[in-house]
């Protein structure tokens, strides 16, 4: 609204609270999609380690089940590692690209996640197909 207040046409009086599942969900970085559709990337821990976590909204604030199980997705970078996604954009093409950082035994490299269909919806188990995982070191 212009004077500030919330927009009580978003989620609950302008306000939306999303859980993964887990102990500690947080978002860190929101993109705006060109059809209104709101992406917020961060991290998860739902498995007892951080993992990339993606969110995607419709425009009133209500999760977009056409984007992966339930609007929610996790990545993880391998069994035991502490994954947090920093920031996002979307290409040209729709593709989200999620960076951020991954350590296995207590060393932290940047991470790299391209989320290729970003509008299937795809099983829990089979989640992790839909991203290509680059490590840098």
């Known amino acids: 609204n212009a004077d500030g207040s919330l927009d009580s046409s978003f989620g609950t009086a302008g306000l939306v609270?999303?859980?993964f599942g887990g102990t500690d969900d947080?978002?860190?970085s929101v993109v705006l999609q060109s059809d209104g559709k709101i992406v917020v990337a961060g991290r998860s821990n739902v498995s007892g380690t951080f993992d990339f976590a993606l969110a995607r909204y419709n425009a009133n604030g209500s999760l977009d089940t056409s984007f992966a199980p339930n609007g929610l997705l996790i990545t993880s970078f391998g069994i035991g590692s502490n994954?947090?996604?920093l920031s996002a954009v979307?290409?040209?093409n729709g593709r989200i690209i999620v960076a951020g950082t991954s350590s296995?035994?207590?060393t932290f490299d940047f991470a790299l996640a391209r989320h290729l269909i970003p509008s299937i919806t795809i099983s829990q188990s089979a989640r992790d197909l839909r991203a290509k995982y680059f490590l840098l070191q």
Request: proline share 0%.
């Open 90 to 92: 979307l290409q040209a």
């Open 83 to 85: 994954d947090q996604g």
């Open 26 to 28: 947080r978002g860190r």
């Open 17 to 19: 609270t999303t859980s």
């Open 104 to 106: 296995l035994s207590g």
